[in-house]
């Protein structure tokens, strides 16, 4: 959940700066201090759902504009491979 706090902060940030807005000036608009913007921008606290409401209003973006890195997939790892396989190539490599 803390990964998703942080990506939704990011996302905030984002959309702030692509309107030319300061933290200053924004949280003024939002009633908050600029110490919780910056608190939600970095990931330390959650947005909450009247804050987020008030971002959507006054940094004209769709709600989903807040969540769109949450669904990106992680890279996939590539598989472990156990001792058996190790020993099966080695054997395989001897062969030949």
Avoid: W, Y
């Avoid at 998703?4 to 201090?33: D, F, H, P, V, Y």
């Avoid at 006054?58 to 001792?83: G, H, N, R, T, Y």
């Amino acid at each position: 959940m803390q990964e998703e706090i942080k990506l939704i902060g990011r996302r905030i940030r984002l959309l702030r700066t692509a309107k030319n807005l300061t933290q200053t000036g924004l949280a003024k608009e939002m009633g908050i201090s600029q110490t919780h913007l910056c608190n939600i921008e970095c990931g330390r606290v959650p947005v909450t759902l009247p804050n987020l409401l008030k971002l959507h209003k006054l940094l004209a973006c769709d709600m989903a504009s807040f969540f769109v890195d949450l669904d990106a997939q992680p890279e996939p790892k590539e598989k472990d491979i156990s001792l058996d396989e190790v020993l099966q190539i080695v054997k395989l490599l001897k062969q030949n």
